[in-house]
Every structure is written in C-alpha cells, then in structure tokens.
C-alpha cells in the first residue's frame, strides 16, 4: 500500500498525510456500507436487527505517532501503514454477545474482506476487565486506475461492554495510565458486573424468544383446528344439500 500512497501522490500531487486519510477514509465508508447492508439484510430474513449503532473514526495524528514511538519506530508514513492497523477504525455495537459471533462471521464470510488477525477479548478478556472482540481486516479501495488494499480495525461489543470500555477508557487517559491500584480495582469489579448483565440479558432473550414461538405454535395450532372444524361444517352442510 505504501507504494500505492507514493504512486497515487505522483500522479495527484497531494501531500502524503492527506492520500493516507483519504485512502482510511474510502476504507471506513467501504466497510460502513457493508454493515449497513448486513444489517438490513438480517432485518428483512429475520426482523432483526444484530447492530444497535456504528462508530467510525481515524486515528488522530498524535495517537498514532505515539502508538509508533511507543513499538520504537520513527513517525514516517511507511511505518504507519506498515505499523499501524488501528488508523481507520469501525466500532460495532450489538445487544447481546451472541449477535457479535454472529456478525463477525458474517465479515468473515466477505470475498473482497482479507481478515488478517482477529483478537477475542470476549473469550480471553484483557487484564483490566477490557471485553470486545477485534478483526483487522483489509478492504479494497477502488481508485480510478489501480485498487488499494487497507487496513481497517473493527471491535465488535454489547452495549453494556461498550458503556464500561467508554468511561474506563476516559478514566484511564486522566491518570495517564496509572491509576491507583483501588481504582483499577474497582473497574475490574464493574468489568465483572457488566458480564453478568450481558449473560442475563441474553438468557432473557432466549427465553423471550422461546416463549414467542411456543406462542406462535399454539396460534398456528389453533388456527388449524378452527379451519379443520370449518372443513367439517362445510362437508356436514354440502351432506345435507345433497
Ligand atoms: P483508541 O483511542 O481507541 O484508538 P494492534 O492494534 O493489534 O497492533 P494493540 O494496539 O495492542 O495492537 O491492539 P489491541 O490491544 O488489540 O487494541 C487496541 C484498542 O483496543 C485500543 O485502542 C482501544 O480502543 C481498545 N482497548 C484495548 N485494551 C483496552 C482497555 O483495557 N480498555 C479500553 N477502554 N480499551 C481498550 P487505543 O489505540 O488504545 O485507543
């Protein structure tokens, strides 16, 4: 890609910095549509909808010359692409643990989507108490004569890991990083909370979702004896005409 970036700048006389954003900002719209098609399409087969919301962002250039600094190399646009994944990011919000799996297979499953490494935070949560699953993954970018594989991370969550991954996220920057140890603690115990609140709220779904289809049956059952009892007026009736 770094080649395409130094190509697309030659021909277009853009500064560098601007094509790489321009190149994570087609990525994002890219990725963005998919999802909303998804979306859509689930809703239409299932009258369901598996996401709540989408965020989309670009890495702010600080951050990412940080993050850069940070794995020891120098703050150049080669090292960022080559570096650094998270620069095009897409946040999936869904309702309950099972639409995240659901979802990511469903990228998966994407020909024109490369998934390049995926992270399960859900399965193996981080330390601090940090749920999410994560996928890089790269979408081709279609220019007008050459296309662009990029790079765009997506964490999948619940609405109640998203809640407690926004606020400890904002704690965390205050204390720049080292927060006194009763505060982590006592994030790592709200962290805990919110994964019994999303285990409840999935096995309420469950049995709501069961009790609506038992629902169903005993309607459909129903709805059949009536038109059986109708079949048998009717040929009781058409008996007596004769
Ligand atoms: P921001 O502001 O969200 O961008 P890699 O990207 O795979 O090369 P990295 O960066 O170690 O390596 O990836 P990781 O840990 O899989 O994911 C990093 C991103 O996940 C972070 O981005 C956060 O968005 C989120 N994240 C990871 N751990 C935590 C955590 O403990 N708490 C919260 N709130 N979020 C977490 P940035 O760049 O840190 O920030």
Redesign the pocket.
């Given at each position: 890609m770094d080649k395409i970036v130094r190509e697309y700048d030659k021909n277009n006389q853009v500064d560098s910095w601007e094509t790489l954003i321009f190149l994570y900002n087609a990525a994002l719209k890219e990725v963005s549509t998919k999802l909303d098609i998804l979306n859509d399409e689930f809703q239409n087969v299932h009258r369901y909808n598996p996401i709540e919301h989408i965020k989309t962002r670009i890495?702010t250039p600080e951050?990412i010359v940080k993050?850069l600094r940070k794995q020891g190399h120098e703050p150049t646009i080669d090292n960022m692409v080559k570096y650094v994944?998270?620069i095009a990011?897409v946040r999936i919000i869904c309702s309950f643990t099972s639409d995240i799996y659901r979802l990511a297979e469903m990228i998966g499953k994407q020909s024109d989507l490369k998934v390049l490494s995926i992270?399960d935070y859900i399965k193996n949560p981080?330390e601090?108490g940090?749920k999410?699953y994560?996928m890089?993954i790269t979408v081709p970018v279609f220019l007008s004569d050459s296309v662009v594989d990029t790079k765009v991370?997506i964490?999948i969550r619940t609405i109640a890991m998203d809640f407690w991954?926004s606020l400890?996220?904002k704690i965390?920057y205050k204390f720049e990083g080292n927060a006194p140890e009763y505060i982590s603690r006592d994030l790592q115990e709200c962290a805990r909370m919110v994964w019994r609140l999303d285990e409840r709220m999935l096995q309420l779904n469950e049995a709501i979702q069961a009790c609506l289809e038992e629902q169903e049956k005993q309607a459909a059952g129903g709805a059949g004896k009536d038109t059986d009892k109708d079949i048998e007026k009717d040929t009781a009736q058409a008996e007596k005409s004769e």
């Open positions: 890495k951050s993050k994944n998270d990011g992270k981080k601090s940090y999410s994560h890089i991370e964490q991954a400890e996220h965390y």
